[in-house]
């Protein structure tokens, strides 16, 4: 009956929460369970042998919660984590990276804007993946330095998230850039602001609604995906503070009085609410 059992979800915070709600909407009777990982965001300037020690921390989290398939809905932790994670476990994960693909696809003037951390911009798994697919295109890269921790705070329409985002979009688009990839799953809370910046000649690429399609092959092709036919639910999980992270989701998601846990960092591990 493994089919009964949560689908884990992990992010260094609130970012996840947009890939989240597109599961939700494309798997309604699934069971989550969502781990914002606030004691270490961001995960963006961390090395990559942090965020793989997280990541192993959190899978096994998840096994003890019985998790039958995990959703990294982080682009940072996938590129540092998803290969060895997938080595180390006996369970179907699901990753995210930069919809650098698509972008090749579909730009009209050749030329592509992604933005993303350093982390992923830094690794090895982002390389393989424009040399793959981007070769016959230009592709303006910026890491958005400091608008995770503003996104965290709640603070989406400040000042300093629309510094940050015209000085990243500016040279893009005095390039020509006609596409541009949200290569981080706390971006999707800012899009307004993006799409203020950019107007509406740029196309503007989120993947989670296609991180959740993929979800349900996955759940599928295992034979996991849940018979129950009424409405699953979320447990929400946090390492950082509970309230704050309550009033997150309510606002982010449009929910009404969440309840939150919080889980505890012992070394590599983690435990709920000790
Ligand atoms: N939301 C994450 C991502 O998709 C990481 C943000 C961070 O913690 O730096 O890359």
Request: glycine share 10%; with cysteine; aromatic share 6%.
């Amino acid at each position: 009956m493994t089919q009964l059992y949560p689908i884990g979800v992990f992010d260094s915070g609130v970012g996840g929460l947009s890939v989240l709600r597109h599961l939700q909407a494309q798997l309604p009777a699934e069971q989550f369970v969502y781990l914002a990982d606030q004691g270490h965001v961001p995960y963006g300037s961390r090395s990559a042998q942090e965020i793989i020690q997280f990541s192993q921390g959190i899978t096994q989290f998840f096994l003890q919660l019985k998790a039958k398939a995990i959703v990294i809905a982080c682009n940072t932790a996938s590129a540092a984590a998803l290969s060895l994670l997938r080595e180390q476990f006996d369970l179907p994960f699901v990753g995210m990276e930069p919809a650098v693909k698509p972008a090749a696809q579909q730009t009209q003037s050749g030329k592509v804007g992604i933005l993303a951390t350093g982390g992923t911009f830094a690794s090895e798994r982002y390389a393989r993946l424009t040399n793959k697919y981007a070769k016959s295109v230009s592709v303006w890269e910026d890491p958005c330095v400091g608008l995770v921790p503003e996104i965290e705070a709640g603070r989406l329409d400040s000042p300093a998230v629309h510094h940050i985002l015209q000085q990243a979009l500016s040279p893009m688009l005095v390039a020509g850039v006609d596409t541009v990839v949200l290569g981080c799953t706390h971006y999707p809370f800012v899009l307004p602001v993006v799409e203020g910046i950019v107007g509406t000649a740029v196309s503007i690429i989120d993947p989670a609604p296609a991180v959740a399609r993929q979800t349900g092959v996955v759940l599928r092709q295992n034979g996991l995906l849940t018979e129950a036919e009424q409405p699953g639910g979320v447990r929400f999980i946090t390492t950082g503070l509970a309230e704050p992270y309550a009033r997150q989701i309510e606002r982010l998601l449009g929910l009404v009085a969440v309840g939150v846990e919080t889980a505890v960092w012992h070394g590599n591990q983690l435990s709920v609410g000790q």
